[in-house]
C-alpha cells in the first residue's frame, strides 16, 4: 500500500507565495514521476507541475515562471513552491505518485487526499 499525502495549502493574497509538500510512503519498490494537479470549482482537474525520477521538470503554461518543482528522490517528496500566486490558482491541489508498489506490480497512479489552495484579491 502506498500513502500519499500533502501539507502546505491555505489561504494567501495575490501576489503571495505557499509552498505545497508531498510525501510517499509505504510498500514502494520504484517511482517514476511525482506531479501536482488541481482543480478549480467547475473545472477539470489539470497539471500543473510534474518532475520525472531524472528531474526533467514539465508545467502548466499558466504557472511557468511563477511555480518550482523539486523532487527528493531519497525521501520520495515532492515540493511545490508558488509564487505571484493569482486569484486563478485558487484550486484543490493534489499530489500524484506515478510508482510500483513491487517488482511485479503495475505501474500506477496514487493520489493524496488533496489540499485546498484559495488566493484573495
Known amino acids: 500500500q502506498v500513502r500519499v499525502v500533502e501539507s502546505g495549502g491555505g489561504w494567501v493574497q495575490a501576489g503571495g507565495s505557499l509552498r505545497l509538500s508531498c510525501a510517499a510512503s509505504g510498500s514502494i519498490f520504484s517511482i517514476n514521476a511525482m506531479g501536482w494537479y488541481r482543480q478549480a470549482p467547475g473545472k477539470q482537474r489539470e497539471l500543473v507541475a510534474i518532475?520525472?525520477?531524472?528531474?526533467?521538470?514539465n508545467y502548466a503554461d499558466s504557472v511557468k515562471g511563477r511555480f518550482t518543482i523539486s523532487r527528493d528522490n531519497s525521501k520520495n517528496t515532492v515540493e511545490l513552491q508558488m509564487s505571484s500566486l493569482k486569484t486563478d490558482d485558487t484550486a484543490v491541489y493534489s499530489c500524484?505518485?506515478?510508482?510500483?508498489?513491487?517488482?511485479?506490480?503495475?505501474?500506477?497512479?496514487?493520489w493524496g487526499q488533496g489540499t485546498q489552495v484559495t488566493v484573495s484579491s
Open positions: 500524484n505518485v506515478e510508482g510500483r508498489a513491487c517488482s511485479l506490480c503495475p505501474t500506477r497512479a496514487y
Open positions: 518532475a520525472t525520477r531524472d528531474d526533467n521538470t
